[in-house]
Nanobody, 115 residues
Framework: QVQLVESGGGLVQAGGSLRLSCVAS????????MGWYRQGPGKARELVAS???????NYADSIKDRFTISRDNAKNTVYLQMNSLKPEDTAVYYC?????????WGQGTQVTVSS
């Protein structure tokens, strides 16, 4: 089993910044594709940013040039630096990881951007 625990969410004004963290623990052997998804009010869950093969990254068009995904392998942690936040970025942000054919999710962290 793999546990993913997110932190760093909160309330911020438009134009502000937040950094989310996701720590992986448990049986993390060959954990891959770690990334971030979000689900806004009344919306479907969508990809925000993720690592694909190796160190390649994938970003949603709506957050390119504002958000940056990074990781610290020694700490089994993935980060999401979010700058120039907009009210439409308000959502629950979930950490995601794959291990073989299994997919793991964190419990989510709320990000609220006020106008």
């Amino acid at each position: 089993q793999v546990q993913l625990v997110e932190s760093g969410g909160g309330l911020v004004q438009a134009g502000g910044s937040l950094r989310l963290s996701c720590v992986a623990s448990g049986n993390i052997f060959r954990l891959s594709g770690m990334g971030w998804y979000r689900q806004g009010p009344g919306k479907a869950r969508e990809l925000v940013a993720s690592y694909t093969s190796g160190s390649s990254t994938n970003y949603a068009d709506s957050i390119k040039d504002r958000f940056t995904i990074s990781r610290d392998n020694a700490k089994n942690t993935v980060y999401l630096q979010m700058n120039s936040l907009k009210p439409e970025d308000t959502a629950v942000y979930y950490c995601n990881a794959n291990q073989g054919f299994r997919t793991y999710w964190g419990q989510g962290t709320q990000v609220t951007v006020s106008s």
